[in-house]
């Protein structure tokens, strides 16, 4: 049984976060959103990784991340990168270490298993402290238990306003606020850990756009 994080995620969901996103719409350091395929293609040490992924990607290994080593995929759409997925073995260090990181300045937002969601802003504001404890240990444990697990975390959220759940949090914030996904997932065979980065309101802007665009007859 891996030793899950409840009592510290409480005090996460908790805190107050007001930083603001990257500069230059960076998804995972040097990883910016938007940038071309042949930026990395024939970069040494990238290789193709589309048919594991199961979309068009960019892998290369060994990419250091709270002192943890991750193979990093990169998913593109249209040839841009739209998503860095951070990919290893579960490690409960790198479990850990990976929240305590993105705690630091995103805040986590919502838990979810294969079928359901734990809004934990509208959680908090309808329960007292015990309470939200309490419903996050018992949704993260039965989660955690059928090996589908997943955080999410916004950047930079402003807990000061109060969002009453995480639609009208999402939907106030900046169009390049980053979005973490921290993922367990165990088939029983094998566990692994994978942390997310992406730009979702950037995505949902680019298709608003395309279905603007005039169609061609046919």
Same mark, same amino acid.
């Given at each position: 049984?891996?030793?899950?994080?409840?009592? +510290?995620? $409480?005090? #996460? *969901? !908790?805190?107050?976060?007001?930083?603001?996103? =990257?500069?230059?719409?960076? %998804?995972?350091?040097?990883?910016?959103?938007?940038?071309?395929?042949?930026?990395?293609?024939?970069?040494?040490?990238?290789?193709?990784?589309?048919?594991?992924?199961?979309?068009?990607?960019?892998?290369?290994?060994?990419?250091?991340?709270? +002192?943890? $080593?991750? #193979? *990093? !995929?990169?998913?593109?759409?249209?040839?841009? =990168?739209?998503?860095?997925? %951070?990919?290893?073995?579960?490690?409960?260090?790198?479990?850990?270490?990976?929240?305590?990181?993105?705690?630091?300045?995103?805040?986590?937002?919502?838990?979810?298993?294969?079928?359901?969601?734990?809004?934990?802003?509208?959680?908090?504001?309808?329960?007292?402290?015990?309470?939200?404890?309490?419903?996050?240990?018992?949704?993260?444990?039965?989660?955690?238990?059928?090996?589908?697990?997943?955080?999410?975390?916004?950047?930079?959220?402003?807990?000061?306003?109060?969002?009453?759940?995480?639609?009208?949090?999402?939907?106030?914030?900046?169009?390049?606020?980053?979005?973490?996904?921290?993922?367990?997932?165990?088939?029983?065979?094998?566990?692994?850990?994978?942390?997310?980065?992406?730009?979702?309101?950037?995505?949902?802007?680019?298709?608003?756009?395309?279905?603007?665009?005039?169609?061609?007859?046919?």
């Amino acid at each position: 049984m891996k030793t899950l994080l409840s009592k +510290g995620l $409480a005090m #996460t *969901a !908790a805190m107050a976060l007001c930083t603001s996103a =990257l500069a230059d719409d960076a %998804l995972f350091k040097e990883h910016v959103y938007g940038a071309p395929f042949s930026k990395y293609s024939n970069q040494a040490g990238y290789y193709d990784c589309s048919v594991e992924i199961g979309a068009t990607a960019l892998c290369i290994d060994d990419v250091k991340f709270v +002192g943890h $080593a991750f #193979t *990093a !995929a990169l998913l593109f759409s249209g040839d841009k =990168l739209y998503m860095v997925s %951070l990919l290893s073995g579960f490690e409960q260090q790198a479990y850990v270490q990976a929240v305590a990181a993105l705690a630091k300045t995103f805040a986590l937002v919502s838990l979810a298993d294969a079928s359901s969601q734990l809004d934990l802003l509208d959680l908090d504001r309808r329960s007292s402290r015990q309470d939200f404890a309490a419903k996050l240990s018992s949704y993260e444990s039965v989660a955690a238990n059928a090996g589908n697990l997943t955080y999410t975390f916004i950047e930079g959220l402003d807990r000061a306003k109060k969002h009453p759940n995480v639609t009208t949090a999402v939907a106030a914030a900046k169009d390049n606020t980053r979005v973490a996904e921290l993922v367990i997932m165990d088939d029983g065979a094998d566990s692994i850990l994978a942390v997310r980065f992406s730009f979702p309101k950037l995505e949902a802007r680019k298709l608003k756009d395309a279905l603007a665009s005039p169609v061609e007859d046919f």
